[in-house]
């Protein structure tokens, strides 16, 4: 072969692949710090791209590893997004409870709980990139009554559950009905309501579907 075609046949191969190092050179040593350094790059590239950045080949790309590597800890996308949710929402969660603490009677948490996150969500930039986009997310949505949802709640939410007097079951029921209907409110905002008139509407509709009244007492049976 001559050599002017040879090195027009090399031209035309497909640059190699830049070669990156696994983890970026610094691999974790136990599986629950590889998991948060998954999550935190799922956090790093919805913050950047929205929830387009949410896909296994963006995240495995971000962390530096391979996407098995990504499925070795979560089984598809939706384990994923849901798992980076949570991840996302800690901070979240220990200020609502630093709010919740501040009031005594459950039915007036109930309303600040649901009030506070709703006006949060939207200043969050993985919380806000999930639910405020023009249409929400599909995964995010099929999560959100699913059992780590519902525990992640149920924790944030300790203190609420605590002065209700709420069992296990009662709880879970609760912290159901205050899911959905958060889900409700933020997919179908309109109408918009004042901050006040948005406390009414809970005070007087939410309340009552956790078997509590607008004093904070279970109300008798």
Same mark, same amino acid.
């Not at 691999?27 to 999550?39: G, K, M, Y």
């Not at 896909?55 to 962390?63: C, G, I, Q």
């Not at 969500?121 to 959100?144: F, H, K, N, Q």
């Given at each position: 072969?001559p =050599?002017?075609m $040879?090195?027009?046949?090399?031209?035309?191969?497909?640059?190699?692949? *830049?070669?990156? #190092?696994?983890w =970026?050179?610094?691999?974790? +040593?136990?599986?629950?710090?590889? &998991?948060?350094?998954?999550?935190?790059?799922?956090v790093?590239?919805?913050a950047?791209?929205?929830?387009?950045?949410s896909?296994?080949?963006?995240? !495995?790309?971000?962390?530096g590893?391979? #996407?098995? +590597?990504v499925y070795?800890y979560f089984?598809? &996308?939706?384990?994923?997004?849901?798992? +980076?949710?949570?991840h996302?929402? %800690?901070d979240?969660?220990?200020?609502?409870?630093a709010?919740? *603490?501040r009031?005594?009677?459950?039915?007036?948490? =109930?309303?600040?709980?649901?009030?506070?996150?709703?006006?949060e969500?939207? *200043?969050?930039?993985?919380?806000?990139?999930? /639910? +405020?986009?023009?249409?929400?997310?599909?995964? =995010?949505?099929?999560?959100?009554t699913?059992r780590?949802?519902?525990? /992640?709640s149920?924790?944030?939410?300790?203190?609420?559950?605590?002065? !209700?007097g /709420? $069992?296990?079951?009662?709880?879970?029921?609760?912290?159901?009905?205050?899911?959905?209907l958060?889900?409700s409110?933020l997919?179908?905002?309109e109408?918009? #309501?004042?901050?006040? !008139?948005?406390r009414?509407?809970?005070m007087?509709?939410?309340?009552?579907?956790?078997?509590l009244?607008?004093?904070? %007492?279970?109300?008798?049976?």
């Open positions: 072969m =050599a002017a $040879s090195a027009r046949s090399l031209r035309r191969q497909p640059p190699r692949a *830049r070669r990156t #190092r696994a =970026a050179g610094d691999p974790p +040593t136990l599986q629950a710090a590889a &998991r948060e350094r998954l999550l935190e790059a799922a790093r590239c919805i950047r791209d929205g929830m387009a950045g896909n296994v080949a963006a995240v !495995a790309a971000e962390a590893v391979s #996407r098995p +590597t070795r089984a598809d &996308r939706q384990a994923l997004v849901e798992a +980076t949710l949570m996302a929402g %800690r979240l969660s220990k200020r609502l409870g709010q919740l *603490r009031l005594s009677a459950p039915a007036e948490m =109930a309303v600040e709980a649901m009030c506070f996150v709703l006006e969500i939207p *200043r969050e930039p993985v919380l806000g990139a999930m /639910w +405020t986009e023009a249409a929400l997310d599909a995964s =995010a949505v099929a999560g959100i699913r780590p949802a519902l525990d /992640w149920r924790d944030a939410l300790q203190d609420l559950v605590r002065a !209700a /709420w $069992s296990d079951e009662a709880a879970d029921e609760a912290v159901e009905v205050m899911l959905r958060l889900l409110l997919a179908a905002p109408p918009r #309501r004042s901050d006040a !008139a948005l009414g509407f809970l007087r509709r939410l309340v009552p579907a956790l078997g009244d607008a004093r904070g %007492r279970r109300p008798s049976r």
